[in-house]
């Protein structure tokens, strides 16, 4: 089963954290990743720029209109996720548990099934 492990990211949680908590948070990703890798489970991963960097993109009459920042406010916004295929629900959880991420007082890793993935061409 594919299983999406969503970080969410709260600006107020982590600029609370002293810049070795920061660290060793980001660092942690490389031996979460490794962990992943050698297992055979990653299926691929992506970190997000901060919303200030989005655009939404509403279509109202058949025309297109760009509003720049996040869809909503809100104090925790996607930061990422990894993508994995593992044998049960159980070890997703495992797998988020190992996330540096999931450590942090106020974070969370969100844990989701994957009902369909296409491919990326036909």
């Known amino acids: 089963m594919k299983f999406m492990l969503i970080m969410h990211n709260n600006p107020q949680v982590w600029d609370a954290l002293t810049d070795q908590e920061r660290e060793e948070v980001m660092s942690g990703h490389g031996a ?3 962990t992943v890798r050698t297992s055979g489970e990653m299926v691929g991963t992506v970190a997000l720029a901060d919303p200030s960097q989005s655009a939404v993109v509403r279509v109202r009459g058949g025309v297109p209109a760009v509003t ?4 909503l406010e ?3 916004y996607l930061g990422g996720y990894y993508l994995v ?3 049960s629900r159980e070890r997703a959880l495992e797998l988020a548990a190992l996330i540096p991420d999931a450590g942090v007082e106020g974070v969370g890793i969100e844990v989701r099934p ?5 491919p990326a061409d036909d």
């Open 32 to 34: 979460f990743m490794e």
């Open 85 to 87: 295929e593992c044998d």
């Open 68 to 71: 720049d920042g996040p869809y």
């Open 74 to 76: 809100a104090k925790e």
């Open 114 to 118: 994957v009902v369909y993935a296409g």
